[in-house]
């Protein structure tokens, strides 16, 4: 499989660490990934230094220039699916997914938050296939999904909180 995983903001936050985690899994196991985010951000760093292909985004440019940009980088690196974070994010590279002729968007929707479709998430939907990516299956069960239909998948968090509760701490007496 080839990924892309677009990041389309220069600041650090738990979305731009997952994606890194995630890129460095898929590529452990034999899959092409590309990190596609601002030049000067942390991410782009830390996906360098983990050995990730990294290409520039320019967030500064118009949305059209930013797809069209990403549909050549599409084209070139042949990437099957896309993963974002962002409705602005899903939109871009779901127009650049349809002018590339190639896969889907997988949109992730950080902890605790809820996902709300604006108009260009709805516009993004129809653009390009399509999926959301939840870290829980509560969130995955609360979402209202008024009109339309998408694929909706669980990646957990890493920690299974439920398997700690039988833990019992040691006794410090020596």
């Known amino acids: 499989?080839?990924?892309?995983?677009?990041?389309?903001?220069d600041r650090w936050s738990g979305s731009s660490r997952a994606f890194l985690v995630a890129a460095r899994g898929l590529a452990k196991r034999g899959h092409e990934v590309t990190v596609a985010c601002?030049?000067?951000?942390?991410?782009?760093?830390?996906?360098?230094?983990?050995?990730?292909e990294t290409v520039?985004?320019?967030?500064?440019?118009?949305?059209?220039?930013?797809?069209?940009?990403?549909?050549?980088?599409?084209?070139?690196?042949?990437?099957?699916?896309?993963f974002v974070f962002t409705e602005r994010d899903q939109l871009v590279v779901s127009a650049?997914?349809?002018l590339a002729e190639r896969g889907g968007?997988?949109?992730?929707?950080p902890s605790f938050e809820r996902i709300d479709l604006q108009n260009s998430g709805r516009?993004?939907?129809?653009?390009?296939?399509?999926?959301?990516?939840?870290?829980?299956?509560r969130e995955a069960h609360d979402v209202e999904t008024?009109?339309?239909?998408?694929?909706?998948?669980?990646?957990?968090?890493?920690?299974?909180?439920?398997?700690?509760?039988?833990?019992?701490?040691?006794?410090?007496?020596?």
């Open 105 to 109: 968007v997988i949109r992730r929707v």
């Open 123 to 137: 516009l993004a939907l129809r653009i390009a296939a399509a999926g959301i990516l939840f870290s829980t299956e």
């Open 56 to 82: 520039a985004a320019n967030r500064s440019a118009t949305t059209a220039g930013t797809t069209w940009d990403l549909r050549s980088l599409l084209q070139e690196r042949s990437a099957e699916v896309a």
């Open 146 to 174: 008024p009109g339309w239909s998408i694929p909706a998948s669980v990646a957990p968090l890493g920690v299974d909180a439920p398997s700690y509760d039988a833990i019992r701490p040691i006794s410090r007496a020596y």
């Open 38 to 52: 601002c030049d000067n951000s942390r991410l782009a760093r830390l996906a360098t230094e983990a050995g990730l």
């Open 1 to 9: 499989m080839r990924a892309l995983f677009y990041v389309g903001e």
């Open 96 to 98: 650049a997914m349809r």
